[in-house]
């Protein structure tokens, strides 16, 4: 807890599902927290308070990450609450299935502006804003090596964020900031489960040797280990954390 206790991690996309998770498990692990959403309030205040009453520190910040602006101050915000950034934890992201053939335009700039311009966005930051030393864990997913049919745009989007992982890690060469990303497989989330037949639900938990679903705290799991100092000899590499579908 101490060797955390002065450092502090920005999680996007953190008010529910696998960011809150991260938010979660990061907070007791000491590091302060700030957390960043795009929709509803109430959510990112409830685990704010839930993060504090455990004895952690916590703060919201709503941004949109494919806002330049936005996310500039919520940098911005971090440093003037915290003192300074440690952690970035990239996992905003939206998926929108389609077949390439019925692909709107809508579909994919909305795909391009969030998982992608978003992470650049606050990667840029990180690079000109991290303090020494610090840790920055993107998100892929593990689609990018399935190549699964209607999943064309989104996959390619994180492929994109592969590259950026691995790039930015050369890039920040001298300040000993590791740049990783997770990529998960099916998660039990609200997002992952809405709409489908428990049947579909089923048959892709069965997809890896473990048979399972993972779990938000699974993946939480992993980004803290990147995170954390024993973590610290991992750098510019995609972690699939998906029990062994790919």
């Known amino acids: 807890m101490s060797d955390n206790s002065n450092k502090v991690a920005i999680v996007t996309g953190a008010s529910r599902g696998i960011g809150a998770a991260i938010a979660e498990r990061l907070a007791r692990d000491g590091f302060k927290i700030v957390i960043n959403y795009s929709g509803e ?104 090596g399935l190549k699964l049919e209607n999943y064309g745009i989104y996959a390619a989007t994180k492929a994109a964020v592969e590259t950026l992982t691995a790039i930015l890690s050369k890039e920040l060469r001298g300040r000993s900031i590791t740049v990783n990303a997770v990529a998960p497989g099916p998660t039990a989330t609200d997002l992952f489960l809405n709409g489908k037949s428990n049947e579909l639900i089923a048959r892709m938990a069965r997809m890896n040797p473990l048979e399972r679903l993972g779990t938000p705290q699974d993946i939480a799991s992993a980004v803290a280990f990147l995170a954390g100092p024993d973590g610290s000899w991992i750098n510019g590499q995609v972690l699939r954390a998906n029990g062994g579908m790919i």
Not at 52 to 65: I, N, P, S, Y
Not at 85 to 108: H, K, P, Q, R, Y
């Open 41 to 144: 309030t109430t959510p990112a205040e409830a685990l704010a308070r839930k993060i504090e009453d455990k004895g952690g520190r916590a703060l919201t910040a709503k941004a949109d990450v494919s806002n330049t602006d936005a996310v500039r101050q919520m940098f911005d915000a971090a440093e003037a609450a915290f003192g300074g950034i440690d952690i970035l934890v990239n996992n905003a992201g939206i998926m929108m299935l389609s077949s390439l053939a019925e692909s709107t335009d809508a579909l994919f700039d909305r795909q391009i502006a969030v998982n992608l311009r978003g992470t650049f966005n606050t990667l840029r930051e990180a690079a000109r804003r991290l303090r020494d030393g610090g840790r920055i864990v993107n998100f892929s997913t593990s689609v990018v």
